[in-house]
């Protein structure tokens, strides 16, 4: 019996890199694992397609969820509201703490473990070749 919930987690380490396996770990959790199980081989695959050519912001398990029945990626709380800001007298330190925080080889080491891009046709070649084998 084909493990869905690996083969979700494979093909989002796929997509988003080392930024998915910092977030979920190296294998899914009880709660994806549960999860996942509830969802269709279809709402799988169009969850998985939903989020190629995404590179940044790995989703979280809700996230997945919502999008693999048919919602629009985007942040949990809502995409359409705004996020909050900071209040004016607050000084933005964000930029400078990012550029101070990465020393050349940090900047290195990241290129070196960014994804590799799959055309979309390839990788949609992958999922229905995986969710076929999940089927039978």
């Known amino acids: 019996m ?4 690996g083969v979700v987690f494979t093909e989002l380490r796929t997509i988003f890199g080392p930024a998915f396996t910092l977030e979920h ?15 269709t081989v279809a709402e799988v695959e169009l969850g998985i397609q939903a989020f190629l050519g995404q590179t940044t912001d790995p989703p979280n398990l809700t996230q997945f969820v919502h999008v693999c029945r048919g919602g629009t990626p985007g942040r949990y709380f809502d995409a359409r509201s705004p996020l909050p800001t900071a209040p004016p007298s607050a000084p933005d330190v964000t930029e400078q703490v990012q550029t ?7 900047t290195r080491r990241a290129r070196l473990h960014a994804p590799v891009p799959l055309s979309r046709e390839r990788a949609l070649e992958r ?6 084998l999940a089927r039978d």
């Open 2 to 5: 084909i493990d869905v919930a």
């Open 25 to 39: 770990g190296e294998q899914p959790s009880a709660m994806w694992r549960a999860a996942i199980a509830r969802l």
């Open 100 to 106: 101070s925080a990465l020393d050349p080889d940090d």
């Open 127 to 132: 999922i229905r070749g995986t969710l076929r």
